[in-house]
């Protein structure tokens, strides 16, 4: 991901809350603070939106060489999209979503003189359920499901890559968050979820007599986000 692609993925987020947030006139207020007064939040819906955060991972990598651990800690902010459906019973709300952050989760360290590994996730996605108690306008809620997210694996050997290893990593997600309904179409959440993205192996290899002995390397990274979501339920209505 590049800066140019983040900085305006976070002002994009930034100019929607400011906008979810800033009634344009005193009437819009008025039926803002009036939402709010009553009952329980009816969250029923399609709904869509956006969100940014910070990502922390812990990669560990097995098995090198002989006796070798090298341990991993990218970070990065992450940012995208992402799109659900709730149903509901009474205070009870229990849907599906699913999102997809761009991130730029790299990091590298050197195993030998001359040697190293880096690996760079730049991609995540998750396909969740999500399960909550509404209290007047607030959902807390707990979720959990599959995620993916694509890596890329690298040998380098005196600054030079000969063992890159793209590959798809599936494995699962969990976590759980609050959510604020402004109005009957807008809402804004705080979410922290633990993923697992599993082992994978990778094969010896050499390359013009500089290789790589055959490893592992186990993958799982936390993330705490923020987002907006517009509720699209209306305009279902009746279908």
Known sequence: MTNSSRKCLLGST??????????VNGAKSADL?????????????LYV????????????????GPGTFIELEPD??????????NWQNDDVVFGIVGDVNFTDLDDGQVFAPGFAFRTDTEFTASLRIKMGI??????????GGGAMANVDHSAIGFGVPFNSNKRWLAGYTVGGG???????WLSAFVEYRWTDLGDESFAARVNGGIGAAAHSIELNYHQVQAGVSVSLGDWFAGM
């Open 178 to 184: 609050v959510e604020y309904a402004f109005n009957d």
């Open 14 to 23: 930034a100019l929607a809350v400011l906008l979810a947030l800033a009634p």
């Open 76 to 85: 990065s902010v992450i940012g995208g999209g992402h799109v659900g459906y």
């Open 49 to 64: 939106g956006g969100q940014v955060g910070y990502a922390h991972g812990d990669y560990d990598l097995v098995s090198p």
């Open 33 to 45: 603070f009036g939402d709010m007064m009553q009952g329980p939040h009816d969250w029923r819906g």
């Open 134 to 143: 509404t209290v007047d306008r607030a959902l807390f809620y707990v979720t």
